[in-house]
């Protein structure tokens, strides 16, 4: 039997297990800043041996150290935490504040329910809780809730901070591997100029063939590699030249900073879209009438704006969407009669699921 109000004293069996002392910072930058933080959470080792535990039978988990907390997904050692507490082999969960463990209700709530089922104490800094008693697991959901909010907090002073510097066009983008930076800071066209002609050769092709696949097929035929710049490591990064792919001529084209243009809130985030382990994943090109803010002639300028906004709609119009009647680039074969196009039009109501129902039941009834 639990009793509520008493001071809270591990048990024999949970000192007979591991107890796990968790640390984590949000980014690479505060490991190497903040060191006396990080410091003081090793020191959290000597908390757990005077509650009782041996030294040996405790664990440091910080590989995600530089780690973000708000997403349980890319922070391997708190999936082996919770691992090593589903296995009934943690006795105590040690670490500096709930924010530490998590920035988010649903990894925080997981947690304590693990710990409630197979009896793991948690501490802080402060003090011990145990997740099965009532006033316990209410003040560490509070906690948990209060870490969260804090997380929304910064996150949208730090947002608006950077709109505002924004605003002003000086706020540091990526550039792409047309453009570069001087040594004072400013941005110049790249200084090869097999690039600069390259990146020119894209656009008259564009201009030309109209078709971000025919430009990747000329190119190719041609054996006209297409320069890129991986951003692995510290900056600068190394120019690299690979074969034409559609997604890099398309990344050319929809590009405003090729049209001279300083751009923020071009894509939106959609959480719907992002896949595990991509935390910067699920982006969606905005149009341009949506974008947040867009500075003219910032950039040394590639094509004039007018030709980047003329590629826009080629390239809106180039994509197949029939329901809105939009036919998509021409490409070879025969036409369609208008006999066909109404079948087309009866095919395409018809739901994937029902088509390969029928399509199982006549394999059946052969």
């Known amino acids: ?88 082999r943690a006795g105590l969960v040690l670490s500096f504040d709930a924010s530490r463990l998590a920035r988010n209700n649903r990894d925080w709530y997981q947690l304590l329910e693990v710990c409630s089922i197979f009896g793991t104490l948690i501490a802080d800094g402060e003090r011990l809780y145990d997740p099965r008693l009532y006033h316990d697991r209410l003040l560490l959901g509070l906690t948990g809730m209060l870490s969260e909010a804090e997380l929304h907090q910064l996150k949208q002073r730090m947002q608006a901070g950077a709109r505002n510097k924004a605003e002003r066009g000086e706020l540091r983008q990526g550039l792409p591997v047309g453009l570069a930076r001087g040594p004072a800071g400013e941005v110049i066209l790249n200084p090869d100029e097999e690039v600069q002609a390259r990146i020119r050769l894209v656009f008259e092709k ?12 000329y ?69 341009l009438d949506k974008w947040e803010i867009c500075l003219h002639n910032r950039y040394p300028a590639y094509i004039a704006w007018d030709e980047f906004v003329a590629n826009q709609a080629q390239l809106r119009a180039n994509s197949l969407k029939y329901r809105e009647e939009q036919p998509g680039v021409a490409r070879k074969g025969q036409a369609l009669t208008s006999r066909d196009r109404a079948l087309w039009a009866v095919w395409s109501l018809i739901p994937p699921a029902l088509f390969r129902s029928a399509r199982r039941m006549a394999r059946i009834s052969l």
Request: aromatic fraction near 8%; charge should be positive; hydrophobic fraction near 40%.
């Open 206 to 217: 564009f201009r030309e063939i109209r078709s971000a696949g025919g430009v990747m097929r």
């Open 1 to 88: 039997m639990i009793t509520e109000g008493l001071p809270l004293t591990p048990t024999t069996e949970q000192r007979a297990k591991m107890a796990y002392v968790y640390i984590r910072q949000s980014s690479l930058m505060q490991v190497t800043r903040h060191a006396e933080s990080t410091q003081l959470q090793y020191s959290l080792v000597e908390r757990a041996i005077k509650l009782g535990w041996p030294r040996e039978r405790v664990e440091v988990i910080d590989e995600d150290l530089g780690k973000s907390g708000a997403d349980a997904s890319a922070r391997g050692g708190f999936q082996y935490l919770l691992a090593e507490i589903s296995l009934a």
């Open 219 to 287: 190119l190719r035929a041609a054996h006209l590699p297409l320069p890129a710049c991986p951003r692995v490591g510290p900056a600068p990064y190394e120019v690299v030249w690979q074969p034409a792919r559609t997604s890099a001529i398309l990344d050319m084209l929809h590009n405003p900073a090729y049209a001279g243009a300083y751009v923020y809130g071009r894509k939106l985030l959609d959480p719907a879209r992002r896949s595990p382990g991509h935390p910067s994943g699920g982006r969606i090109l905005q149009p």
